[in-house]
């Protein structure tokens, strides 16, 4: 079992930027990005694989959040630039056992507390 803790999430106005953080206690294959908005179910937002030379962003991210991270650290990092009113979410760090770039919910095995985000119009 991986122990995750997600950190950088805040109030922050419509146009700005945030970078959220996942700390690991190990090594996952594969690392992603999950949202749940009030009233809403968790929906994917980013996932990379083991090595970080792949990725999947969702279409409603796409061309503003990146995903990345630092395995000699254990890190997972998601940066969001250009923030909408609808990008407010708890964001959860997930981790997943196998090398699949997956984007569903029930395939990640480990889950952090999550990250509040608010953006303001």
């Known amino acids: 079992q991986v122990q995750l803790v997600e950190s950088g999430g805040g109030l922050v106005q419509a146009g700005g930027s945030l970078r959220l953080s996942c700390a690991a206690s190990g090594r996952a294959p594969t690392m992603g990005w999950f949202r749940q908005a009030p009233g809403k179910e968790r929906e994917f937002v980013a996932t990379?694989?083991?090595?970080?030379?792949?990725?999947k962003i969702a279409d409603s991210v796409k061309g503003r959040f990146t995903i990345s991270r630092d395995n000699a650290k254990n890190m997972v990092y998601l940066q969001m630039n250009s923030l909408k009113p609808e990008d407010t979410a708890v964001y959860y760090c997930?981790?997943?056992?196998?090398?699949?770039?997956?984007?569903?919910?029930?395939?990640?095995?480990?889950w952090g507390q999550g990250t509040q985000v608010t953006v303001s119009s």
């Open positions: 990379i694989n083991w090595s970080g030379s792949a990725w």
């Open positions: 997930a981790a997943a056992r196998s090398y699949r770039l997956d984007q569903l919910v029930e395939n990640y095995d480990d």
